[in-house]
């Protein structure tokens, strides 16, 4: 496992798993972006789509993805250094009142017309405004065990988080020590 720098003062970063040839935010822009994978996305997943959503149109639901991933990378990558990634970037868990070490975190687009949006960023928080993005998933349900693929995002915040733990980067000082180490 890697850790790609996104903004060069040292607040976002990602995961670039062995093996992969992106980091896990590139690789997400890309997914979010591929026509193909679009419609066999939607294809094996129009029931949660339908159901939750109430759409029943793929090119609408493509329409809106591209729009969506767009949007967030925006966000996410034409942010100015002194932006505050905290206002992007909420606890995972929606009834989490209180900081915890190397939280699981959670942004998406927020004040979407038509219906909320369910591109998702995950990542863990080092500390204030300091992130490491893990992955990303559409999220068509109400809850991430209900699906393999959001399932596996969960799964990999938490290989990450251990991950972290493990080599003691705690915090965003730890972590750019870490890194310094093993490059």
Known sequence: MKFD???????????????????????????WNDLEWLVDFFLANMSDLTSYFK????????????????????????????????????????????EMLLGKEKARIKNRPQHSSWLRIYAIKLEPGCYIITGGAIKLTHTMQERAHTLAELNKMEEVRNYLLSEGAIDADGFVEFLSEIQ
């Not at 720098?5 to 896990?24: F, M, Q, S």
Request: with cysteine; net charge negative.
């Open 55 to 98: 759409i029943t149109d793929i090119n609408q639901a493509i329409y809106d993805t591209i729009e969506d991933s767009h949007r967030m990378q925006c966000l996410i990558l034409d942010i100015s250094p002194d932006a505050d990634l905290d206002l992007l970037f909420r606890p995972l868990e929606n009834n989490r009142t209180r």
């Open 5 to 31: 720098k996104i903004l060069e003062n040292n607040t976002l970063w990602a995961v670039r798993y062995d093996g992969a040839k992106d980091n896990a935010l590139q690789t997400l822009f890309e997914q």
